[in-house]
């Protein structure tokens, strides 16, 4: 019996000295800042906007990484400010930067975002989880800023080549006052050109009539020409753009940021798992996921992905980690996504969605590309100011 014993005794101590040793305990802090300026009133509020689009996103991201981490001896903590001001929100950054967290997701208009990066040390890394601003991506540029919303230009692309794509060529532009409206519009002209598509009218909106009562009566004579394929609308805050179609002088299709949108995300992707996805996350927050949802939730899981490659939380590392081949997003799109190492931007595929189902997935079969046809939508690195990572 000694003998087996011993045996045994021996086999057990290899097996222990062979076994991995038990990763030592990583604490990732993130915080995540959310504000937007007030909209004012809109005429259509049938479906407004909730008020923590992009923060539950968040949270759910976190819920996931610390799924994964619990087996690696990594836990995730976030920290967050849904704030009522532009000075709560920088306040609010800077007392989380004092307290030790470097990593953080921004879900903010641009300039607020660029004041907050202003305000970050060296070290620190931002994830845009709010801003769709074409400049952020070709020329106001930060070595520490990742984009995990989609640019304007990527959506405007994406719907540019599916209208290229149908042959619906002739279109009748109307661009709302605002600075994102303008934003989108522009960045629609842009993808006109690069599709070769023609905009016959190009009309700005400048009414202030109550179009729940006079929509039929006044868009039709709004949208009157000898012919046009199809509407687009660019009403980023859905102030007139809801009451377009079924009014237009001809029967056609209305796309633009009403109608038939592109989008980050929305309700009705269910393919490639996301089913799961939006499951997990109606559970949690009660609601249906959105863009600014997944754009957070896009940029937390990949920090959780990096931190799981190469056990450390040390912001340099995880960004090295990101622009390399090593990095991979599984994000429920059907593709695997990484970031461009010019601008920061999360390569993506862009649904097209009416509000109660998918219509398609861009980019289209076609369009080709020398590297990525991923990186036919938005502005490709040639187009780009932008040389953040080499």
Known sequence: MSVLFRAAAAILLMLLNSAPLQAESLEVRVGYVQWHPDQGPVLSNVLPEPEDAGLKGAELAIQDNSATGKFLGQTYTLQSILASSEAEAITAFETMLGQGIELFVINAPAQTLETIISRGKETTLFFNAGSRDDKLRTH???????????????????????LNQRRWDEVFLIAGPTDADKGWAGAFRRSAKRFGLKIVEDKPWTFD????????????????????????????????????????WLPRPVVGTQGMSPVAWHRVVESWGAAQLQSRFRKLASRDMNSEDYAAWAAIRSIGTAVTGINSGDPAKIRSFLYSDRFQLAAFKGRKLNYRDWNGQLRQPVPLVHP????????????LHPNSDMDTLGFDKPESNCRING
Do not use: I
Not at 144 to 162: F, G
Not at 356 to 367: H, N, Q, S, T, Y
């Open 140 to 162: 106001e540029c930060n070595v520490n800023l990742l984009h995990n919303m989609p640019s304007y230009a990527m959506l405007t692309d994406a719907l540019a080549q599916w």
């Open 209 to 248: 009539a109550d179009l729940r009562r006079t929509a039929s009566k006044e868009l039709p004579l709004f949208t009157q020409a000898s012919n046009y394929d199809a509407v687009v609308v660019a009403d980023v805050r859905g102030d007139f753009g809801e009451y377009v179609p079924f009014n237009t």
């Open 356 to 367: 109660r189902g998918l219509v398609a997935r861009a980019p289209f079969e076609g369009f």
